[in-house]
């Protein structure tokens, strides 16, 4: 007997699209959270880059639930890109004609941007592990997080890849909030406005949240 790992039918799809996308947006409100200790000073940013690999002790060892969150993020972003890819190859296929004259709909745009929006997206995240995880891109303690960001941050071609991929993310929340809630079935035409409202707010608030950061640095308020 044949046991089916991944999803086979469209809406088993767009249902692990919705639920991998929740992963990450819980993941980007408290990333960017914690970002923002920053502007309480070098020591207690820190500090809190430090609590990041304390918690969970004694239970956990040191590191060991970074860890844990870090391989559920990276599978969720991995079953994410998956279905995406799996439902625009479905989508491809089930094409059988072609019309003579091509229209375009709104829709037909959220849903070309939400893929080139999400490759741009995997790029900065891979370029922003480089940053500041691995240490490739600029000068590098990984004794003094705050001065790594603040290192970071001052080349201002950085900054604006940063502000660039930023926008980028918020279109895709925007889109990607609202279908998500559509795709688990909570969303209605009587609470479809508090969830476009939701969108909208989760769509400027964690892009500006997190750019708060590096222009703050280029401007010169965290030094």
């Known amino acids: 007997m044949q046991v089916a790992v991944l999803p086979t039918s469209s809406i088993a799809k767009k249902a692990l699209m919705a639920v991998t996308g929740a992963i990450w947006i819980g993941y980007l409100i408290l990333h960017m959270w914690g970002n923002l200790h920053i502007f309480k000073g070098a020591s207690e940013f820190n500090h809190y880059a430090e609590f990041l690999r304390e918690v969970g002790e004694p239970v956990f060892s040191y590191a060991q639930v970074l860890w844990l969150i870090r391989i559920v993020i990276v599978a969720a972003l991995a079953g994410h890109i998956w279905a995406a890819v799996a439902l625009y190859n ?14 375009v709909v709104q829709a037909n745009y959220a849903a070309r941007f939400m893929r080139i929006g999400g490759v741009v ?3 900065f995240v891979i370029f ?24 970071g941050f001052s080349s201002p071609p950085i900054v604006l890849f940063y ?21 688990l079935g909570v969303n209605s035409q009587r609470y479809d406005g508090f969830f476009r409202g939701m969108a909208v707010v989760v769509a400027l608030g964690v892009p500006a949240g997190f750019a708060t950061v590096p222009l703050a640095v280029l401007l010169g308020i965290l030094n």
């Open 163 to 183: 502000l660039l991929a930023l926008a980028s993310l918020g279109l895709h929340l925007f889109h990607g909030v609202w279908s998500m809630f559509q795709t």
């Open 128 to 151: 922003h592990l480089a940053h500041y995880t691995w240490g490739w891109v600029t000068p590098f303690d990984r004794a003094d997080p705050y001065r790594n960001v603040v290192v």
């Open 121 to 123: 997206i995997f790029l």
């Open 90 to 103: 479905q989508a491809r296929q089930a094409r059988t004609t072609h019309y003579a004259v091509k229209r």
